[in-house]
């Protein structure tokens, strides 16, 4: 049962991607990549600091220590989080309004009107955070994947209802679709919990609110408001917050501010970076995440390799050169194939409005991050499972120095090769990431025989088959793609699938320890995990 439950949760989350992946490219083909830019950069970047600045200092400190704790002090502290956001809708509402560029009204009608609803919407999904809060301290999986699946699709179905019927609207659609979406979310949240308490589940579970009414902002006498050490430590969070939010949403903030990319160029830029991060998120991410938790588990933390388990060494080592092979291969698969492949891709997700201008090219950079983010992912896995304290806390003032220079290093390389630029400046961020982190895994084994980071070099003749395929593929979009017609897109499909097919035979040939390793290793972890 356990099986055929984990079985379904994951299906559900391919077909719930893949719909709203088939969705978004049905409707980028009724939009302008002006209109594009608008939404996905600007209005959500106004979103995204609103809520941020708001809430993730709450929830933080909210989330933290033991779910047993007086829960109407903590639910009061957490309706603080509506006002805050007013005040941030407000003031960065007229930042947006008065200090930015305003788009061009022929182009993108109703910026106005935009703003304002973006600004609500974050407002709206605010008033859902004692509910958020709640289910997740008592771990409501079930719910929180139930309500942002229903919201999402929602969304979805709702934009691609009104550019059919309504494509004058312009940002009215955007911004009736944005209010559903949080809408919808809060609702799920505020329905569940009117069910649930007085439920005999909640009783059985012991759930310390019992009534709705509780759920509101509510005085007792003799007592405070709110609980003060979870004041204090929200504002301690809520200082840290303003940097980490410009360091996740820098590459939208140089966009924003600095003016580097005009509006189409920014929708392509964001389309393109999701396209492209799809690979990380779905391959990447669970690898990273799983293979974390085995080293930490193998290895001591903070302890020298000669005071390890020797049996433990020889197998974190073997696991981790493998991995470092594994997702080395992916990486170069996607290179390879992708800079031959990216302006088809393209144009089928999207048509003429990605695969024309600089999408191409902005693809074709980002199959190469791809290969980046891969190595760095396991890279930094390791060396995150097994640094002392000191060491971490190094290794995080080196992450803000990066992250600033990233900063820099992104306006001036926009300004000489446009949106190109951002990804060009990922590349480099990633790398003197996987320069630190391959220097600390060669000071770790260098005391032992082992030599894990030998994962990072393929065989010769695979790699002479990864060259010829990238040549004979290049030579192939060049003839047959992607203006001559259906037949020729075939052609050059199929040329791509032969060299594909002749890479992972020469793969299979070569890579025996490897294919050995996904077999009887890595696939079985995943297997296990619905058993």
Known sequence: MRCRSWLMKHMWKVLFRVVTFGLNAFTL????????????????????????????????????????????????????????GVFWSLILGLVWLHLLEVPDPSVVPHYQAGVVAFGLSAIIELLGEPFWVLAQAHLFVRLKVIAESLSVVSKCILTVTLVILYP?????????????YV??????????????????????KSFPVARVKALLPSFVEDETFVNWKEARLTW???????????????ERYVMTF????????????????????????????????????????????????????????AMAANVLELLLKLVLLIGLTITVFGYAYSQLALDIYGGSMLSSGTGPDLLRCYSLYVLFIAVN???????SALMCKEEVDRY??????????????????????????????????????????????????????????????????????????????????????????????????????????????TMFCTETK???????????RYLKKGT
Request: aromatic share 16%.
């Open 258 to 313: 600095l003016n580097v990319l005009n509006f189409g160029d920014q929708g392509v830029y964001d389309i393109v970076n999701n396209l492209g991060s799809l690979v990380a998120r779905f391959i990447f991410l669970p690898i990273e995440e799983s293979f974390y938790v085995f080293f930490a588990k193998v290895l001591e933390r903070g302890k020298t390799v000669k005071d390890q388990k020797q049996d433990d060494v």
């Open 514 to 524: 490897l294919i050995h390793f996904v077999r009887s290793q890595f696939l079985s």
């Open 168 to 180: 004058q609207w312009g940002l009215y659609i955007f911004s009736l679709a944005q209010l559903l």
């Open 29 to 84: 083909r009724y939009l302008s990549r002006e209109l594009i830019g608008v939404v996905n950069v600007r209005l959500t970047l106004l979103y995204s600091t609103v809520v941020f600045l708001a809430r993730e200092a709450f929830r933080r400190a909210c989330l933290s220590g033991s779910a047993k704790r007086n829960w109407t002090k903590t639910i009061n502290l957490l309706w603080l989080t509506v006002p805050l």
């Open 377 to 383: 992912g396991v890279t930094e896995c390791f060396t």
């Open 396 to 505: 995080n003032f080196v992450m803000l120095a990066l992250s600033f220079i990233f900063l820099c290093i992104s306006y001036f390389l926009t300004h000489w090769y446009g949106s190109v630029g951002f990804i060009l400046a990922n590349c480099f961020n990633m790398g003197i990431r996987i320069a630190h982190s391959t220097h600390y895994i060669h000071h770790y084994f260098r005391e032992s025989t082992h030599r894990p980071l030998t994962g990072l070099l393929p065989s010769p003749a695979l790699l002479l088959v990864y060259m010829l395929s990238a040549v004979v593929t290049a030579f192939s979009e060049v003839w047959f793609c992607c203006d001559k017609g259906w037949m020729a897109r075939l052609i050059h499909i199929s040329t791509g699938a032969l060299c594909l097919a002749a890479t992972l035979a």
């Open 183 to 204: 809408s919808v979310l809060v609702m799920c949240y505020v329905i569940y919990f009117v069910m649930f308490l007085g439920s005999p589940e909640a009783t059985k």
């Open 236 to 250: 301690s969070f809520f200082k840290q917050s303003f940097l980490k939010q410009i360091l996740t949403e820098g």
